[in-house]
């Protein structure tokens, strides 16, 4: 990269002084924030008298896969076996991304074309969400989930991640750029508002989709049941995770391997996804 | 009035599908954001510990907590802390960087994009962070700082009240470009070009200007979108204070409202108490929240 810090389009207003500095400070920032992520992708693979070495190293020397054995072994003698945390956290993870991009869909098309009383008060309501978080209901949450008997199963996690506002929030917004004309053309053809909604509106949000996925992805993936979970065959991935990192110095290996498998789903996800969240972020705007 | 009504009436008949279309996402969103509302206010008036039925008590629980927990001004303090400097930082970082991400070719800006939005995408593995500040000599902070000579001894960085804090506050940091970070790359992008060329005619000299006369204002609206993500979660932090810290944490230096909150809501069982914790916890944040969509209105004008 030999200063490849070339402009997008030749752009006027440029110095070169001010683009090296600006250039300079987001190397620098860059660096606090990946290093942090590479250390622990060495500390995956790294031996154990590496990571225990003095003065500690970044990169790995001798890499080995014993981490991985170790962490295996770990949970293979466990009560509850390594695979059924993943598939706790598969489920929960697939089951609410299901059911939130269909259920926010289906609310923010009207929201996005339709004219109708209450629209206003209920749009307002779901950007007011967005200014609190979780936490604030935790109690009277707990209290409704034991009232409907959702308390200690996979849905008190699924179930409140289908309602998840940020997502019906940018859908929304994404929905509004779609032509009317588009939607005009097929209701006098005849078609009804459902079946709009199905083959022509669903298929031109396919970029918020993506979005929506991947912001849930990141809340259920990082999951660890909320405190709605107790039954340990139950538990997530994520909650293994921190019981293996209580473990401490003897567990200093198998941490840093599961942080690995942790991190690297996510991330690969958003690689694959970047262009097309660019894309329905554009439209996140908030107008007045 | 009556025709009033029978007009909104028929009109709501008329959009049946709408309603249809948007019941199901907003039966859940009311059992699940709106009801726990209404019923945290309520409760917040009551004693209430789970087994008996709630006794009103009136502002008892409020005056409770204001006047005679220390350990609530306490997480108060830090909370105010963590919002007042991760709040205002983070919304700047995020901008500053997606600002000059966006001058790079786009191979390079998807690369950089991934650098910074990484740790928040990367499915809360903060805890990576207490190999780095873990007590022993073998933690990278300790390592680094010993084999310089600064120190003598490794320091229990997670285990003294001084540390704690900025330790907190540069990973909460090191979180916060998420999704509001997104939005302002995205929002860049579509800045019109034509505005700039435009602008540079228009006698407009430097980048700078450039900046505050043509791309803040083009991008208002993601600005304020940005503002909610980043103040709300600047509001919220808990996770990583119990994960880095511990809970409690010594001496209570990494309190915030939030872990306070699920201190009596989760370990002490009194819920009335809780719920007024939860409440101001409420007002502070969506009070923020709109003063600063308020004031962020005026950018550019």
């Not at chain 1, 269909?102 to 209450?118: D, I, N, Q, T």
């Not at chain 2, 090191?174 to 790359?185: D, Q, V």
Request: glycine share 6%.
């Amino acid at each position: 990269m030999t200063f490849s810090f070339r402009l997008r389009k030749k752009r006027v207003n440029r110095s070169f002084w001010g683009s090296f500095s600006l250039f300079a400070l987001l190397t620098l920032f860059g660096a606090f924030m990946i290093l942090p992520l590479v250390y622990a992708i060495n500390n995956a693979f790294k031996p154990l008298d590496e990571i225990f070495m003095f003065p500690p190293t970044l990169f790995v020397r001798n890499p080995t896969m014993n981490n991985f054995v170790d962490l295996i072994n770990l949970l293979g003698n466990s009560w509850v076996p390594f695979s059924r945390y993943i598939f706790n956290t598969v489920f929960i993870t697939g089951m609410g991304i299901i059911g939130h991009v269909l259920l926010a869909s289906a609310a923010a098309y009207p929201l996005a074309k339709h004219k109708f009383p209450g629209k206003g008060f209920m749009f307002t309501i779901v950007v007011l969400s967005l200014m609190f978080t979780p936490a604030v209901t935790a109690i009277p949450t707990y209290m409704i989930m034991s009232w409907i008997g959702l308390i200690d199963t996979y849905w008190a996690v699924i179930i409140p991640a289908f309602a998840y506002s940020l997502g019906l929030y940018l859908m929304k917004q994404f929905m509004e750029q779609i032509p009317d004309v588009l939607l005009e053309a097929a209701k006098i053809d005849g078609a009804s508002e459902y079946r709009i909604f199905w083959t022509i509106v669903m298929p031109n949000v396919k970029p918020a989709w993506l979005t929506l996925i991947i912001l849930l992805f990141q809340i259920l993936w990082g999951s660890d049941g909320n405190g709605f979970i107790y039954s340990e065959q139950l538990k997530s991935l994520h909650f293994a995770a921190n019981q293996i990192v209580q473990g401490g110095i003897a567990r200093a290996g198998a941490a840093a391997a599961v942080a690995l498998i942790l991190m690297s789903v996510p991330i690969t996800l958003f690689v694959f996804s970047q262009s097309r969240i660019i894309e329905t972020m554009a439209t996140s705007g908030m107008k007045d | 009035m009556q025709n009033w009504l029978s007009l909104k009436l028929r009109e709501a008949k008329a959009n049946k599908h709408s309603y249809i279309l948007l019941a199901p996402y907003m039966l859940l969103f009311t059992v699940f954001t709106v009801l726990p509302v209404l019923i945290s206010i309520v409760l917040s008036f009551t004693y209430f510990n789970m087994l008996e039925f709630p006794r009103f008590i009136g502002w008892q629980n409020y005056t409770r907590l204001f006047l005679e927990d220390d350990v609530f001004l306490i997480a108060v303090k830090n909370t105010i802390l963590f919002a007042v400097i991760t709040g205002p930082i983070s919304y700047i970082a995020c901008f500053v960087f997606a600002w000059i991400i966006n001058e790079l070719s786009p191979k390079l800006r998807a690369i950089m994009t991934l650098v910074f939005y990484a740790p928040s995408i990367s499915g809360n593995v903060f805890f990576i962070w207490l190999m780095i500040f873990s007590g022993d000599r073998y933690g990278i902070a300790n390592g680094l700082l010993i084999k310089l000579g600064i120190i003598l001894e490794p320091l229990q960085w997670l285990k003294t009240e001084a540390y704690v804090l900025p330790i907190i506050i540069l990973v909460q940091l090191w979180l916060s470009l998420g999704t509001g970070f997104l939005a302002f790359i995205a929002g860049l992008q579509t800045v019109d070009s034509t505005l700039y060329e435009a602008g540079a005619v228009d006698g407009i000299k430097n980048r700078w200007q450039e900046l505050w006369y043509i791309t803040l204002p083009s991008m208002r609206p993601q600005l304020m979108f940005g503002a909610v993500i980043q103040l709300t979660s600047a509001f919220a932090v808990a996770d990583v204070s119990i994960a880095l810290a511990g809970f409690p944490s010594v001496n209570y230096a990494a309190e915030t409202i939030v872990t306070h909150l699920i201190d009596y809501g989760t370990t002490r069982f009194e819920m009335g108490f809780a719920s007024s914790i939860a409440t101001v916890l409420f007002m502070i944040m969506v009070g923020t929240n709109i003063l600063v969509q308020k004031l962020l209105r005026k950018v550019g004008e």
